[in-house]
């Protein structure tokens, strides 16, 4: 008991020093001044006297909506002694390995700049800046030649590395002998199995409308999907962080979905959001990197050729410029297991005091991290409002997807997750697939590490999003990787060949997720 309030005094502590920097904090405060030439503040019911002006003039609500979203992003309380190493990943073998991937990825990095004579930043001539800032609209008209150029690493070669991951306190051979786990992962991580996962995604049961289901046994879909609108209505007019996230479990309206996932996130496009993003433009626009070069290439090798996505080129190539240089992104290094890659000033290697982060927001963009932006240009139209979408969920989710952790909703403990439900409830299929040498995860593990984008339709990727953002989990991926295996068993076993179970899974465009999440989680695996 003792040690809950400890943990509990922590977090508060944590949290009250963050929120004392933000925006919200000044306009508190400024409000708390104002409310003292109100004639209902009395000196002797001071502080009672604010908090009920707070509360009807609805500044209550959103420092509630402010702490929640820092909740919901909040590592949980490590003991006050752990290093801040162990906030970011706790096992050791998990931060060595991501260490190592990382000089990899560092190391193709310097190798394309000095193969290719281009520095990794470079302030740009007048001239470049006026034409930049006058195509700014219209940067997918743009055609560089970038035939030089190439990803810095694939979903594939991340998958290799996480095939090799060990645990060296497990003798080689017998890491996982006490769960016969005959997947390509090979470390002792905790996987939920089916009876719990029944229990985290109730809201998903038969028994409980969802939007994305088109027959219901308890009640027509027009029914619930009014009912279920007029809801999400008064929950939007609450202005409740938390509500809306308990709502978005059973899907959201498509009406509702753009306001009803940035009060989730707790985004609110004040003028000094909008100010903020005009400042990120202005750096780009001053300054050339070369990862601009890698965002280039990725939008005209993925989103570029996709038939939902090709015609938010020029937002793509905004947000991602922008977020390059969005230093706030370095905040969740904290609690990332990950570490932004550093710089020196040419001629002082190795001086700190000359050592800058690069890119500044710290992330090295791979092949496909545009497509975690491509389905909220569907949402969202203004640049700033989806740049500051896209920055909060890569914050809390997307950057999970390709770093090495043991963070339940990070990749690894998802490949595992995935190839755990397929050996225990699938074994036919899964020993088939692995004996002709088409290890399942080996195709779905690229649908994992994009959330699905670019592989389901956009409506049906939507509703799959509402229930990572409702669940606040990436679980789900794995949950409906799994499923869609379960869904093509019937073609699956009588493939021979890798190359053929690929053909079989090549198209998800048609694929309905609701249903196949049901059937799997409530129907058919005992």
């Given amino acids: 008991m003792l040690q809950e309030e400890s943990d509990l005094s922590l977090v508060i502590a944590q949290i009250v020093q963050k ?24 000196l002797e019911s001071l502080k009672e006297d604010i908090k009920e002006f707070f509360k009807i003039s609805g500044w209550e609500k959103k420092l509630q909506n402010a702490v929640y979203s820092e909740l919901s992003v909040f590592p949980l309380p490590s003991h006050p002694a752990a290093p801040p190493e162990h906030l970011k990943e706790p096992l050791v073998y998990m931060r060595k390995a991501q260490g190592s991937w990382e000089k990899r990825i560092l190391k193709s990095l310097n190798s394309m700049c000095t ?8 302030k740009r001539p007048v001239g470049e800046q006026k034409e930049l800032l006058n195509k700014w609209n219209e940067m997918g008209t743009d055609e560089p030649d970038l035939s030089l150029f190439r990803p810095v690493y694939a979903p594939k070669d991340f998958l290799e590395v996480l095939i090799n991951l060990r645990n060296p306190n497990y003798e080689n051979g017998d890491s996982l002998s006490f769960r016969t786990h ?5 470390v002792p991580l905790k996987v939920k199995d089916i009876p719990e996962l029944k229990e985290f995604f109730v809201e998903l049961g038969l028994t409980t409308g969802q939007l994305g289901i088109d027959d219901s046994t308890q009640v027509p879909p027009e029914l619930f999907e009014n009912e279920h609108v007029r809801i999400g209505q008064k929950v939007l007019a609450e202005q409740d962080s938390a509500a809306a996230q ?15 996932w940035a009060l989730i996130l707790n985004i609110s496009s004040q003028p000094e959001d909008i100010l903020y993003y005009e400042q990120l433009k202005t750096n780009v626009i001053q300054h050339d990197l070369l990862v601009d070069s890698l965002i280039y290439k990725d939008v005209k090798l993925t989103a570029s050729n996709d038939d939902y996505y090709f015609v938010f080129e020029d937002y793509l190539y905004q947000v991602l410029l922008c977020f390059s240089r969005d230093t706030s992104v370095l905040g969740h290094f904290a609690y990332n297991s990950a570490s932004p890659p550093r710089s020196y000033i040419r001629g002082k290697l190795g001086l700190e005091e000359y050592a800058v982060f690069y890119p500044p927001n710290g992330v090295i963009p791979f092949h496909g991290f545009s497509m975690y932006v491509a389905p909220l240009c569907f949402l969202y139209h203004e640049p700033s409002k989806l740049y500051q979408i896209f920055r909060e969920m890569y914050v809390r989710f997307f950057f999970r997807l390709h770093s090495i952790s043991s963070h339940p909703s990070g990749i690894v403990s998802l490949c595992l997750l995935f190839e755990t439900l397929l050996q225990t409830y699938l074994p036919q299929l899964f020993y088939h697939l692995r004996e002709i040498g088409a290890q399942p995860l080996r195709i779905s593990f690229k649908w994992m590490v994009r959330a699905f984008s670019g592989y389901l339709a956009t409506d049906q990727l939507l509703l799959l999003w509402d229930r990572i953002l409702g669940y606040n989990s990436l679980e789900i991926l794995a949950v409906l990787a799994a499923a869609v295996f379960a869904f093509r068993a019937v073609n699956l076993m009588e493939v021979t060949s890798l190359a053929a179970a690929e053909a079989v899974l090549a198209d998800l465009s048609t694929l309905k997720v609701m249903p196949l999440l049901q059937i799997f989680l409530f129907a058919t695996v005992t």
């Fill in 246 to 260: 308990q709502y978005i479990r059973q899907g959201s309206p498509t009406a509702l979905r753009a306001e009803l």
């Fill in 182 to 186: 005959l997947g390509l992962i090979q």
């Fill in 19 to 42: 929120l004392k920097g933000s925006n919200l904090y000044a306009q508190l405060e400024r409000q708390a001044w104002a409310s003292l030439q109100r004639p209902e503040i009395k």
């Fill in 115 to 122: 193969e290719l004579s281009i520095p990794l930043a470079r």
